[in-house]
Every structure is written in structure tokens, then in C-alpha cells.
């Protein structure tokens, strides 16, 4: 592993070479990256009070070219022309990234949103979530709220747009502010704490925008999502949309239904989750039915929030069950219900996106006593009409 003392060497070497075009340096680091790359809250034994250029006027905004790319075990840059190539050998579960060294940029300035135009390809046509994240030069990782997309299995590139007007916050190790004036790498995750990834995602523009740019066309970029229906039944051995944290051991059965195992789940707020088939209108359709029972010592407290295409969940009001046993027909049907006060309160105040519905988030006993157990979950569905349920109230 490369030990903290040689970091500044290697970016010291970077910014002197990367007059060029774009250029690629493996770094053999283990996981313990993210919390050990950093040197904490001086650099180079000084203090950083200057701010960074601002992103927007550094090569006009373009962040792929003359950069120093890194990866880390697991993934490989493939030469291409135009662009960028990674490829992926069962990369996701363990959150490990590939990134570039930036020059100190400035993204608080001015809201900028990043235009990415990539593709993808896999043998097994599955596509991955590319998630985003920035780190200050003090080592703040804004991890709090990572932007990202679904990169499309295709022969043809698309554009995939990264909101960056509200990531600034940490969230692990421990909760602090990032100093988005002094932004000096960039971090993408595949699958971050989901399924394994093996295929190759290319990349041959990253632009830094305004964001107003993209708001005249906001609604025709990412349309509404479907007002209702099946999200999820289990017919078939197939949780490629599924993610855990370390609490939770997810698998399929033959019963058709979902096993959650819970190892000391709830004191550190570990999740499982679900990236919707389709994007779900709640605003239309705003009750979710989840048919589940559990097995153990005591009844845990099931929560569930929505989460938008930027990222923003519902934790404002956290709609929560605590769990029951039904001795006759096993399961039980639990409502969770988005119509009103549907809002994100950390790690900033922010609206949720109720037409624009992306992901679940299962949450067990969220901040309370661990709870071992498990939890089995036979159907997901998102049910009535908002125009329906007024008539009959």
C-alpha cells in the first residue's frame, strides 16, 4: 500500500504532467482508501485557505482531458480513441473507485451541474449505477449524497447529467461540511454497495455546465414516472437492483420471496435497497404496499424511504412500521404512505421529486438497538390514484 507520506509526490508528478492528453497511473491501494489517503486537515504541514479556479472557466469546463486517472484493484483502463474506457471485474459490494486528480477548482461559484456522455456493454446486458463524488483538499469526501445514473447498454453514447448544487456534505466517517471552493479529486463508484459489475462502461465527454442551463428543459430530460404497479413479486431469481450494506444478507427463495438477513442492524442507520425497474409517480399513486413477516426475538421497526433522480429521500417524515405476526396467513401487509410532508431533512432541507421516483430504502430498527433477525418480503406495490383516493375521502 502506498503509504500517506509518498501522496503529495504522486500529485506534485501529476500536475507536472498532465500538459497533455489524458493519462492513466494504476494505484495499487487497498479499500482502506477512503479513509486512510487523506492527510487530514493541513496539506504539505500548511493550511489551504486559497480557493480553486472556478470550474466553469477551467478548460472551459472540461474535466476529461489533461487529468492524471487512477484506479483501483479490479478495474482497468482500456485505450480508446476519444475518450476513456474502464473495465470492471466484480466491482460494486466493496465501493471501490476510480478517479482523476483536478487542479484546486471551485464548484461553489456558481451551481454547476456535470454533462457525462458515456455508454456501456456487458455480456450479461446488465448496466450499471455510476455514482459521483468530489473530495476537498483537506480530505472532506462529499459521500453524503453522491449524484448519479444508469449508464444505458449500448453502441451509442447518451447524455447522463450529475446535479452537484447540493452534495457538499460527508457523511461517513463522521458528519462534515465539504469545502467545495477547494476540490481537488474526483471519485466514481460502480454499483457503490450493490450487485458486482463486471463489463466496461466508455466515457468520451465530462462537461461542467451552469445548471441553469438545464432547467428550461428539466421535464423533457427526465420525464414523470409511471402513476402505479408492480414493483416487485420475486417470480424469478433475479435481485440484480438490489443493494445491501453490511447489516444484511439479501437472497432469493424458492417460495418466491425476498430473505433479508439482519446481523445487529439499526444503531449505524444500514440500509437495503432497490433500484426501481421504472421510474414511479408517487405523487399519482402515492401508497406502497410491502407484504412481509419476520422471524425473531422481537419485533423490529421497518422503515421505508422514497428517493428521487437526484438523490433526495424522503427521511423528512420517515414513514415507519413496527412489524407484526399474523399466525394465520404469515405475511403482513404494511402501508407506507407519501401524499404529504414528502421531504428531505438531512443532510440539507431539500423537496423530493414525488413524479420522479428512482429507488427504495429499507431501513431496520434506524437508530435504535441492533436487531439480528430475518425479514422475508413476498410483493412490493405502489397503489392509488390521488384523484381516486380524494373521491372516496
Not at 500500500?1 to 498532465?18: A, E, F, H, R, W
Not at 399474523?326 to 443532510?347: A, L
Request: proline fraction near 6%; aromatic fraction near 10%.
Amino acid at each position: 500500500m502506498i503509504q500517506k507520506g509518498y501522496i503529495y509526490i504522486i500529485t506534485l508528478v501529476s500536475m507536472l504532467i498532465c500538459a497533455c492528453g489524458i493519462q492513466f497511473h494504476p494505484i495499487a491501494l487497498e479499500h482502506t482508501y477512503m479513509t486512510s489517503i487523506h492527510p487530514g486537515e493541513e496539506v504539505q504541514g500548511e493550511k489551504i485557505v486559497a480557493s480553486g479556479k472556478p470550474v466553469l472557466r477551467h478548460n472551459n469546463g472540461n474535466l476529461l482531458r489533461n487529468l492524471n486517472w487512477w484506479a483501483l484493484q479490479g478495474i482497468d483502463m482500456v485505450p480508446v480513441r476519444g475518450g476513456i474506457a474502464f473495465d470492471f471485474d466484480k466491482i460494486g459490494p466493496n465501493y471501490t473507485p476510480f478517479g482523476a486528480d483536478l487542479p484546486l477548482l471551485d464548484f461553489a461559484y456558481e451551481p454547476v451541474v456535470i454533462r457525462m456522455r458515456a455508454r456501456s456493454e456487458s455480456t450479461d446486458g446488465s448496466e450499471p449505477i455510476l455514482s459521483l463524488q468530489f473530495d476537498d483538499s483537506e480530505g472532506v469526501q462529499a459521500n453524503a449524497s453522491r449524484p448519479e445514473a444508469v449508464i444505458k447498454a449500448s453502441e451509442n453514447f447518451a447524455d447522463y447529467y450529475f446535479d452537484c448544487s447540493d452534495m457538499w456534505f460527508q457523511q461517513w466517517p463522521e458528519r462534515k461540511e465539504v469545502n467545495a471552493t477547494i476540490i481537488n479529486k474526483a471519485l466514481f463508484f460502480v454499483n457503490p454497495g450493490g450487485v458486482a459489475y463486471t463489463g466496461r462502461i466508455h466515457i468520451s465527454e465530462i462537461q461542467a455546465l451552469p445548471i441553469d442551463s438545464l432547467l428550461v428543459n428539466l421535464h423533457l430530460i427526465i420525464p414523470p414516472g409511471e402513476p402505479g404497479g408492480l414493483i416487485a413479486d420475486f417470480s424469478s431469481n433475479n435481485l440484480g437492483d438490489w443493494w445491501n450494506s453490511n447489516n444484511y444478507v439479501l437472497s432469493w427463495r424458492s417460495d418466491l420471496t425476498l430473505r433479508v438477513q439482519c446481523i445487529q442492524a439499526g444503531p449505524g442507520f444500514g440500509a437495503f435497497g432497490l433500484r426501481l425497474p421504472y421510474k414511479m409517480n408517487v405523487k399519482k399513486a402515492h401508497t406502497i404496499i410491502v407484504r412481509a413477516r419476520y422471524e425473531g426475538d422481537t419485533p423490529p421497526d421497518l422503515r421505508l424511504d422514497i428517493v428521487d433522480y437526484k438523490g433526495h429521500l424522503s427521511n423528512g417524515n420517515p414513514q415507519v412500521h413496527t412489524m407484526k405476526v399474523d399466525e394465520e396467513f404469515g405475511f403482513v401487509e404494511y402501508e407506507y404512505v407519501f401524499k404529504d410532508d414528502v421531504y428531505q431533512e438531512h443532510p440539507i432541507r431539500r423537496d423530493v421529486d414525488r413524479e420522479r421516483i428512482t429507488n427504495l430504502l429499507f431501513f431496520v430498527n434506524p437508530g435504535q438497538d441492533p436487531w439480528s433477525g430475518t425479514i422475508f418480503i413476498d410483493s412490493i406495490e405502489c397503489i392509488g390514484a390521488e384523484s381516486e383516493i380524494d373521491t372516496i375521502e
